[in-house]
T-cell receptor
């Protein structure tokens, strides 16, 4: 399975600032996704990161708040913009290597907004 | 009614016991069913992947799907302290990518030495 590295692993940020999370995969993958995991809640899909085109966002998530880049088949970034304490969460990068829905996840980026 | 229901626990059992973890769902279109294990401060790790109804066994783990009852289970035999983690069920109708993949909230499992 693909090895997925995320940076930063954790960060503490001030309200109103933005943070960019990086996801690096050790092999080329077509499907890459960003999830949010809030305490006591289900994993929630934010968007599908599309290589060479704009990301596809799920209901409730918008590009201005969560801009995503996908410059190639091994790398993506998620930015959490104008952060508020409600954005405190774990953000996870995941890939579907073979297109069957078997997702592999990074270690996650734990974000705390004060 | 939520699409996928999963008891959050915690579920605490002694080492060596058989553990049963369960999810119920409401969407009859779901055909692909997964179990993920998530250790504290780690990302989820795929444990089992099954299609449609029936059983699938992998070592000490058995996944069971009963589509008629909209009920899935994960059994862990000879449980070990290293099995202590949160177990997430997930399911989808299409089986491809993350589109339509719905997760349960996870059950926190504690195996007591």
């Amino acid at each position: 399975s693909a090895v997925i590295s995320q940076k930063p692993s954790r960060d503490i940020c001030q309200r109103g600032t933005s943070l960019t999370i990086q996801c690096q995969v050790d092999s080329q993958v077509t499907m890459m996704f960003w999830y949010r995991q809030q305490p006591g809640q289900s994993l929630t899909l934010i968007a599908t990161a599309n290589q060479g085109s704009e990301a596809t966002y799920e209901s409730g998530f918008v590009i201005d708040k969560f801009p995503i880049s996908r410059p190639n088949l091994t790398f993506s970034t998620l930015t959490v913009s104008n952060m508020s304490p409600e954005d405190s969460s774990i953000y996870l990068c995941s890939v579907d290597e073979v297109g069957t829905g078997e997702l592999f996840f990074g270690e996650g980026s734990r974000l705390t907004v004060l | 009614q939520k699409e996928v229901e999963q008891d959050p626990g915690p579920l605490s059992v002694p080492e060596g016991a058989i553990v049963s973890l369960n999810c119920t769902y409401s969407n009859s279109a779901f055909q692909y069913f997964m179990w993920y294990r998530q250790y504290s401060r780690k990302g989820p790790e795929l444990l089992m992947y099954t299609y449609s109804s029936g059983n699938k066994e992998d070592g000490r783990f058995t996944a069971q799907v009963d589509k008629s009852s909209k009920y899935i289970s994960l059994f862990i035999r000879d449980s070990q302290p290293s099995d202590s983690a949160t177990y997430l069920c997930a399911m989808s109708a299409s089986g491809g990518g993350a589109d339509g993949l719905t997760f349960g909230k996870g059950t926190h499992l504690i195996i007591q030495p």
